[in-house]
Nanobody
Framework: VQLQASGGGLVEAGGSLRLSCAAS????????MAWFRQAPGKGRAFVAG????????YYADSVKGRFTVSRDIAKNTVNLQMNSLKPEDTAVYYC????????????????WGQGTQVTVSS
């Protein structure tokens, strides 16, 4: 299983970015897909996730109302639309996958993509 994250970059506060995670070796609907982020000097934190069955979505309180996670089954990708970005959203963003249900604990996820840097300037 390979996960390839893309779409990071530098944006001003209030701006938007769209991250994408392309999966190979498994389908995005065969289990939970999630986004985590890690800011400098901090641990990896749950951002958003989408379940395989039914496509239910979950968000960290800090991003509710601003971020939207979705999946494109035809393209086998999971996306994270990030609006109203804030400087505190600056981090390396990782996509993760696991056959089991949703969890906000990074240790619950078996597969990880490489990170993509998101930098929000004030």
């Amino acid at each position: 299983v390979q996960l390839q994250a893309s779409g990071g970059g530098l944006v001003e506060a209030g701006g938007s970015l769209r991250l994408s995670c392309a999966a190979s070796g498994r389908t995005v609907s065969s289990g939970t897909m999630a986004w985590f982020r890690q800011a400098p000097g901090k641990g990896r934190a749950f951002v958003a996730g989408i379940t395989g069955s039914g496509g239910s979505t979950y968000y960290a309180d800090s991003v509710k109302g601003r971020f939207t996670v979705s999946r494109d089954i035809a393209k086998n990708t999971v996306n994270l639309q990030m609006n109203s970005l804030k400087p505190e959203d600056t981090a390396v963003y990782y996509c993760a996958a696991d056959p089991k249900g949703i969890s906000s604990w990074s240790g619950a996820y078996r597969y990880w993509g490489q990170g993509t840097q998101v930098t929000v300037s004030s």
